[in-house]
């Protein structure tokens, strides 16, 4: 990006904290301390509602992932109220655009086990070398298992060292190796005419039964055109296959790779846009890191059966599911955690004598459910209270966590008899006739004190208001909410409808005062200019760039989403260079047009608001016939097609200091074209202050 448009950022930038909520562009400096205020008592001013057309605004807003032209105006015509009824029960909403491209993703529907049968680690390859593991019998998954077997044994050989210290294998040279590519190339080229030569249906079947090596070859460099017509002529399995004998050994990224853009693809493309948000937002809550252990196979489950199917249901649902998967306990390590006085741990029941093993507790599950999940931080629980809750959940854990088994209730890891826990008795008799029913219920009780109690109603309360309505959430609200809650046992569905309802949510002090996360900023782009994004992996690396790695937040916490978190200087520079390289057609060979978005936009306006709003409402036929030329003619169709632009991409005006910034940096940055003009205004209106806001 030339040097003056990051001087323009700057000076966006430096007026952004005036759109900010007020604790987020308040915040005091790293490493200085905040002077204290004396606190003022005065009577909250009333809440002043927001007029028919903002209130669509609103809750378009926060329960998609960004309004596509002409959304607000079907939601008016629709009433929000029923849009937002609709949306809370999303089998009732056609979702096939979406469902025809997550075809393309065959891990999504399958259990851990097979995912990682079709996409094996290492340590799967390494069993079937060793022929602790059969080889599959499908023959495209055995072609691959050959290519991965090959790469796996060929590594093996230049890593062995001699007795003396040397390598047991000639290491190839610099030029070696070049010259290899050089051959592998040419054989790549001979393979592509071959495979092209015969009826797409044949193809693959042709590509399995070639020698490994040149398998190897030709997956690593066939020419990109010819990669990609034949990656386009493959059917979803063939690609998959084509990939994974791509992949360097150990092909289980390719799972994490396949959850990751179709969670952008449903973000930008699903219907059931209220089910994806509440599926992000509960993911983000209960959150596993994928790039722990075994959790790169567990995630694409845990988050299609625990995460997705409870994300409108009952919390108390939602709880044990999260609770039950594989992918939480191998996250916070309950797998691993073992009661002292167990089966387990060498105690015998039987023989009072018998002495405990080395083997105890694992604490993480045990203090993060209720610190993260449910009560909260200052629920009121002790070191003691997370002692006996990990105790309690002792034995729930996996069955072969490395081969994709299921989660399993082991009674022999289970610490026996009853525990004292939140002023509750949680009994459990080790002389019991179902010891490992028993045991498995002092989990499930537990979990459901939980979900039940006043603490988890107000603290899951706050977390919604908190993504939903403001950074710090109007505590009476909250409480309502909350009221809701127990009333409905944790019904998330009534919850949300309390929140909609509210005053404080329809109000204009709660208006647009939500800073987008990255991912809530990649998919409105695209949402918000009806663009088909072609190319998911390159925006989960933008998304890297972004500081926000799909499925890889790190803490139990999750994302911060609150707006101190997202809003800098390199976080905006980010954004703007984005805006730039995909209203130019240099982001990644996706196709843009900004023409399109101005048509669009001039279509979705009020019938009622062209005249008095648009200083100039005799451009109206030449942006539905010719868009470009509104910037070609004279001055003020660029003032037009700005205007349209800004209410297309934010749903209002944006500010005087914003629009005068914009039209400095046109006048400024020269342009060869018309189209070159409205790409510059589409990009500057998306890195303005008020396109970061929800």
């Not at 003691?384 to 299921?406: E, K, M, Y």
């Not at 905006?572 to 730039?580: E, I, K």
């Amino acid at each position: 990006m030339h040097k003056r448009h990051l001087a323009l950022f700057a000076v966006v930038f430096s007026i952004t904290p005036r759109y900010l909520p007020a604790q987020a562009a308040s915040q005091p400096h790293a490493g200085k301390t905040a002077k204290a205020k004396v606190a003022v008592v005065s009577k909250p001013a009333p809440l002043i509602p927001l007029s028919q057309r903002d209130r669509a605004v609103q809750i378009v807003n926060r329960f998609t992932f960004g309004s596509r032209p002409g959304d607000v105006e079907r939601v008016l015509a629709l009433t929000p109220e029923k849009w937002f009824d609709q949306q809370l029960n999303p089998a009732t909403i056609n979702d096939d655009v979406l469902n025809r491209r997550l075809n393309d993703y065959s891990t999504l529907n399958l259990p851990p086990d097979q995912a990682l049968t079709l996409f094996p680690d290492r340590g799967m390859i390494q069993q079937v070398v060793e022929g602790k593991r059969p080889s599959p019998t499908d023959p495209l998954l055995a072609a691959m298992y050959e290519v991965q077997i090959f790469k796996f044994n060929h590594d093996n050989e230049l890593k062995k060292i001699n007795p003396d210290g040397t390598h047991a294998f000639p290491q190839p040279t610099e030029a070696e190796l070049a010259d290899q590519k050089k051959t592998d190339q040419a054989t790549a080229a001979r393979i592509a005419g071959e495979l092209f030569s015969l009826p797409k249906n044949q193809r693959m079947a042709a590509l399995v039964k070639l020698p490994v090596a040149d398998r190897i070859a030709f997956t690593s460099y066939v020419a990109g055109d010819q990669k990609n017509l034949l990656l386009a002529e493959f059917n979803p399995r063939e690609r998959e296959i084509f990939y994974a004998m791509n992949a360097n050994i150990g092909a289980s990224y390719q799972i994490i790779s396949e959850l990751s853009q179709a969670k952008l693809l449903r973000a930008i493309l699903s219907e059931r846009q209220l089910q994806e948000v509440m599926t992000d937002f509960w993911f983000n809550h209960f959150n596993v890191y994928i790039a722990k252990d075994s959790d790169q196979w567990y995630t694409t489950s845990y988050e299609r059966d625990a995460i997705r199917k409870n994300a409108l249901g009952k919390f108390s649902d939602l709880l044990l599911a999260t609770a039950q998967s594989p992918a939480m306990m191998v996250y916070l390590d309950n797998w691993l955690s073992i009661g002292p006085d167990s089966i387990a741990n060498g105690v015998n029941p039987a023989n009072p004598k018998s002495k405990r093993g080395a083997k105890g507790l694992n604490e993480n599950y045990g203090r993060e459910v209720m610190e993260l999940h449910t009560i909260g931080v200052n629920g009121g629980y002790s070191q003691a209270d997370v002692t006996s809750l990990s105790a309690i959940l002792t034995g729930w854990g996996v069955d072969r966590p490395n081969q994709g088994g299921p989660f399993l209730f082991d009674p022999k890891k289970h610490e026996p008899g009853p525990k004292q826990w939140l002023g509750h008795t949680i009994d459990g008799s080790p002389a019991s006739p179902t010891p490992s029913i028993d045991g498995m219920k002092q989990g499930t009780e537990a979990l459901r004190i939980l979900a039940s109690s006043p603490k988890t109603a107000h603290f899951i309360s706050y977390k919604l208001a908190q993504r939903f309505v403001a950074d710090e959430p109007p505590p009476a609200l909250v409480d309502r909410m909350a009221a809701t809650y127990l009333s409905t046992d944790g019904d998330i569905k009534a919850i949300l409808r309390t929140l909609v309802q509210s005053p404080e949510f329809n109000s204009k002090k709660y208006f647009r005062n939500k800073v987008k996360t990255p991912v809530e900023f990649l998919a409105s782009a695209f949402r918000t200019t009806a663009t088909d994004p072609s190319n998911p992996g390159a925006l989960v690396n933008t998304l890297k760039t972004m500081g926000m790695p799909l499925y890889y937040a790190l803490p139990p916490t999750g994302y911060y989403l609150t707006a101190d978190h997202w809003m800098n200087s390199t976080a905006l520079v980010d954004r703007l260079n984005f805006a730039y390289a995909l209203t130019g057609s240099k982001f990644s060979n996706q196709k843009f047009d900004s023409a399109h978005v101005i048509a669009l936009g001039l279509m979705a306006q009020p019938a009622t608001v062209s005249a008095a709003a648009h200083p100039h409402p005799k451009y109206s036929e030449a942006v539905l016939t010719q868009p470009a030329t509104i910037v070609a003619t004279e001055p003020a169709g660029t003032d037009y097609a700005l205007h349209i632009l800004e209410t297309t991409l934010t749903g209002a005006d944006v500010s005087p200091q914003t629009n005068q910034l914009i039209h400095k940096q046109i006048a400024e940055i020269p342009q060869t074209n018309s189209t070159e003009t409205l790409n510059l205004l589409t990009a500057l209106v998306m890195g303005s202050p008020e396109f970061q806001l929800r």
